[in-house]
């Protein structure tokens, strides 16, 4: 697929890409001043016919909500022959003891079993994160171990 990249001097930079089947363009406009704003219109049409302005926080909220599956869907993917192994998405909810916390604190290779492969924060994925890594809620996990152990992981992201 791809992508088009078009400077906007004095406002910022504007990338697009056309959907399946050309029916339509979406991309986004990453402003100077750090706001975006989600376009789409139609082949043939320069100005976008939708428009969603976004604050940098719901960025990247969206952007969790659209790489998290595809990077879970690959772990399980690569994971599918290996019996009892399973990739699973694990929050940091905002009441968790471990907010604010390093990873190390967990002790979750220790008292699970699991490996944390990745933690994907913002529009960013942290991949093979250290035990010097802080949590912050809102921080999704991406934890590799045995149903049971996946399971221990997240009480333990939640109840300590």
Same mark, same amino acid.
């Given at each position: 697929?791809?992508?088009?990249?078009?400077?906007?001097?004095?406002?910022?930079?504007?990338?697009?890409?056309?959907?399946?089947?050309?029916?339509?363009?979406?991309?986004?406009?990453?402003?100077?001043?750090?706001?975006?704003?989600?376009?789409?219109?139609?082949?043939?049409?320069?100005?976008?016919?939708?428009?969603?302005?976004?604050?940098?926080?719901?960025?990247?909220?969206?952007?969790?909500?659209?790489?998290?599956?595809?990077?879970?869907?690959?772990?399980?993917?690569?994971?599918? &022959?290996?019996?009892?192994?399973?990739?699973?998405?694990?929050?940091?909810?905002?009441?968790?003891?471990?907010?604010?916390?390093?990873?190390?604190?967990?002790?979750?290779? &220790?008292?699970?079993?699991?490996?944390?492969?990745?933690?994907?924060?913002?529009?960013?994925?942290?991949?093979?994160?250290?035990?010097?890594?802080?949590?912050?809620?809102?921080?999704?996990?991406?934890?590799?171990?045995?149903?049971?152990?996946?399971?221990?992981?997240?009480?333990?992201?939640?109840?300590?």
């Amino acid at each position: 697929m791809n992508v088009e990249v078009t400077p906007l001097p004095g406002v910022g930079v504007r990338k697009e890409f056309r959907l399946r089947g050309a029916r339509r363009w979406i991309g986004v406009i990453e402003r100077a001043d750090g706001t975006i704003e989600l376009i789409m219109g139609r082949p043939g049409d320069s100005e976008a016919a939708d428009r969603i302005s976004l604050s940098g926080a719901e960025a990247a909220v969206l952007a969790n909500l659209l790489g998290a599956p595809q990077l879970v869907a690959r772990l399980r993917e690569e994971h599918g &022959t290996l019996g009892g192994v399973v990739t699973r998405q694990v929050p940091v909810p905002a009441a968790s003891p471990y907010d604010g916390r390093v990873l190390g604190d967990t002790r979750m290779r &220790t008292r699970t079993m699991t490996s944390i492969v990745a933690v994907m924060r913002a529009e960013q994925v942290i991949a093979s994160p250290g035990p010097d890594l802080t949590l912050i809620a809102g921080d999704v996990l991406v934890v590799v171990g045995t149903g049971d152990g996946v399971a221990a992981a997240a009480a333990i992201l939640m109840d300590g």
